[in-house]
């Protein structure tokens, strides 16, 4: 199974550590300095990029990444 990056961006203070960990993956907006998924960060991770995404989401202060398991089944419990 796969993974994927979810974003809060109401969370995100715009500290920048996520670009500064995963440049390929993350940019931020030029006038708030929010955070933006890059088109490799858009969709199913590869296994390099998963690893830099689960290390952006351990460095961002805000708590505004998740790595999360691509949908694969509607079995969810909540
Ligand atoms: S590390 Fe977190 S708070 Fe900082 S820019 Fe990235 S998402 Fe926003």
């Known amino acids: ?8 961006r109401s969370r995100c203070i715009g500290s920048g550590n996520c670009v500064l960990v995963a440049a390929d993956l993350f940019d931020q907006d030029d006038t708030l300095g929010g955070v933006i998924l890059l088109p490799p960060a858009q969709d199913e991770l590869t296994a390099q990029d998963a690893a830099a995404a689960l290390e952006a989401v351990g460095r961002c202060p805000a ?6 398991p691509t949908a694969s089944s509607s079995a969810h419990a909540t």
């Open 63 to 68: 708590g505004a990444l998740r790595v999360v």
């Open 1 to 8: 199974m796969g993974t994927r990056l979810v974003v809060d």
